[in-house]
């Protein structure tokens, strides 16, 4: 298993059903896994996202944390992708949103098929890239839209 894997996963295992909200001291958790800061930071921004229903906050100095708190409910994670898209997305930006909310059980293996197909680049063929991104990111929004009230 990969480092980043471990840290994740140590991070995730802090969470339990009551809590919503975990603190960590970066350097006290990379001593304990034998590892740099920098490796902490790494997982933190690539796998707690907004995206992903994650919002960190961080105070920096000699008694720093970091504050990661996931989003209470389905819909919440969900509202917070929508909130995060802006204005326009590229295919494989909106694929990797899909993924990861099939991978975190947000949304079930035939609504992530019909995703994937309907924002495909072959569906909007001719279309100029900018035109075809802001299209994807409305139809992504929607789409959301409907599972989180559903």
């Known amino acids: 298993m990969k480092l980043s894997d471990v840290i994740a996963d140590m991070i995730l295992d ?60 389905r819909e919440d994670a969900l509202h917070s992708l929508i909130n995060s898209i802006g ?9 990797a949103h899909i993924y990861n909310l099939h991978y975190q059980n947000l949304i079930g293996e035939k609504a992530a098929q019909l995703m994937l197909s309907v924002l495909s680049d072959s569906n909007f063929r001719g279309a ?17 839209l409907v599972i989180a009230t559903s």
Not at 33 to 47: A, H
Not at 87 to 95: C, G, M, Q, R
Not at 128 to 144: G, H, W
Request: a positive charge; hydrophobic letters at 30%.
């Open 14 to 73: 802090m969470f339990d059903d009551d809590t919503s909200t975990v603190q960590i001291q970066r350097n006290d958790l990379a001593q304990q896994l034998g590892c740099v800061p920098s490796q902490i930071n790494y997982v933190i921004t690539s796998r707690f996202t907004p995206e992903q229903g994650y919002r960190i906050e961080s105070r920096r100095g000699g008694g720093g944390y970091i504050l990661i708190t996931r989003a209470a409910t």
């Open 87 to 95: 204005s326009s997305i590229d295919e494989k930006s909106a694929k």
């Open 128 to 144: 100029p890239a900018e035109v075809r991104d802001r299209i994807r990111a409305n139809q992504i929004k929607q789409m959301l």
